[in-house]
């Protein structure tokens, strides 16, 4: 393991595991690590001492793992923790992505550090990795008061969205999809540019 070598090496989608959970909100980082296998023409496969679900591949001669934690969103950090200890993967070659109510539909952002605005899986992420450091994906699914709804945060993230917003999730993910090269080859500034510079889907 070099200590140098910041590229990422590990995608984590969050998200909870069962059908009923499949297209809420909160499973935008499930939709976002599905894209990128679906992209790449792998699989996921049951992974029981990484505790969820785990795909390898190929980006620009480099190996890239993506995980979905299969435990309660409340304890993602554990899935996460076993895998980078198991494969040597520091914190700051970790892209954790997961929604964001406090960016609108069809907005996605990319950042390292900062806080964790409440979000369970990205609170147990950072307890078990002892940092802040890791990277984020931040998939805007919006918040239920800038969309005029009386919902609790918690309840509003467990529902599906409209056709309207899921339509512009998706389009968004889709271009978060264009950046995993530059992430894995360590291009974080060139990622950012390209991904904020793109056009955003106003949310209708």
Do not use: C
């Amino acid at each position: 393991m070099n200590p140098q070598d910041t590229s990422i090496r590990l995608i984590v989608g969050l998200g909870n595991v069962g059908a009923e959970y499949e297209r809420t909100r909160h499973n935008a980082g499930f939709w976002f690590v599905d894209a990128i296998a679906r992209k790449a023409g792998v699989s996921f496969g049951a992974e029981r001492k990484f505790h969820g679900d785990t795909a390898r591949l190929r980006s620009g001669g480099r190996e890239l793992w993506l995980l979905k934690p299969g435990t309660y969103m409340n304890r993602s950090g554990q899935a996460v923790v076993a895998l980078a200890l198991y494969y040597k993967i520091l914190p700051t070659q970790i892209v954790v992505a997961h929604d964001e109510v406090d960016l609108p539909p069809g907005t996605v952002k990319l950042k390292r550090g900062g806080g964790t605005a409440g979000h369970n899986g990205l609170k147990d992420i950072q307890a078990k990795l002892s940092t802040p450091g890791f990277w984020r994906l931040r998939i805007g699914v919006g918040h239920p008061r800038t969309l005029a709804l009386t919902q609790e945060v918690a309840d509003f993230v467990l529902h599906p969205p409209s056709r309207e917003h899921e339509a512009a999730i998706d389009e968004s993910i889709g271009r978060a999809l264009e950046i995993v090269p530059q992430l894995v080859q360590g291009q974080f500034e060139r990622a950012m540019m390209k991904l904020h510079a793109a056009p955003k889907t106003p949310a209708p």
